[in-house]
């Protein structure tokens, strides 16, 4: 059974989601804590419920999504898995922060690429991840075919999908990633996206004003 704890940091809200089941091994998903309150917030709650993180996940390396891994590495000298396609993104950070009024001091490079297809596991738990590009090289979507959740980053939000006017952001591409990996999943399922409140698969198939299902 996997627990999911929703954060929401940094001026951009930024949603980073822990997981974790009962081995309590736990995975952190876009650390994007900034400021050092968001980074106390974070592991307090780790501490709290007395979990031992295992993996930093990036759903994709916009510098909104990352910034709070090089106090994780720190923190807990554990891998970073992110898809290997959005390093691009990681070089950029610097100059897209500023862009944002961010202040990007560090950068941590992902230790393994995760790919479509391939399982990331923690505890006795997996996701399966998904490739889904559109929004951003490099991105992907986690999903738990059990509990029924799928973690989104910037691809599908409520009532909204992710902006297509950034670097190798392309609106075709996007829909073909929401019409073919995620519009194919149950309707109960539910989406978490990357920023503004969870959804379902079957209320965005009906409603999302940009990615109708025909
Ligand atoms: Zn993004």
């Given amino acids: 059974m996997i627990n999911i704890q929703r954060f929401t940091f940094n001026d951009l809200q930024v949603n980073t989601y822990l997981l974790w089941d009962e081995t309590k091994e736990c995975v952190i998903i876009d650390a994007a804590c900034y400021t050092e309150n968001e980074q106390k917030e974070l592991v307090n709650f780790i501490n709290s419920k007395d979990l031992k993180p295992v993996k930093i996940v990036n759903t994709h390396n916009h510098v909104d999504h990352i910034l709070g891994n090089p106090f994780i590495k720190n923190q807990y000298d554990i891998p970073l898995y992110a898809n290997r396609k959005g390093d691009l993104f990681i070089r950029m950070a610097q100059s897209s922060g500023t862009i944002f009024g961010l202040e990007v001091k560090e950068t941590v490079q992902p230790d393994h690429s995760l790919e479509e297809g391939e399982t990331l596991s923690f505890g006795n738990s ?30 599908l939000f409520a009532g909204g999908i ?11 591409t996007l829909a073909e990633t929401i019409t073919q990996k995620l519009y194919t999943l149950d309707n109960e399922v539910r989406v978490l996206p990357g920023h503004g ?3 379902t698969i079957g209320e965005e198939k009906k409603y999302n004003p940009f990615i109708t299902h025909s």
Avoid: M, Q, W
């Avoid at 991840?129 to 929004?135: E, K, M, Q, R, S």
């Avoid at 986690?142 to 029924?148: I, M, N, P, R, T």
């Fill in 126 to 155: 997996g996701l399966k991840v998904f490739y889904t590009p559109g929004h951003a090289d490099g991105s992907i979507c986690l999903y738990a075919s059990d509990e029924k959740f799928l973690i989104a980053g910037d691809v």
């Fill in 162 to 172: 992710g902006r297509t006017d950034l670097p190798t952001g392309d609106f075709d």
């Fill in 197 to 199: 409140p969870e959804t």
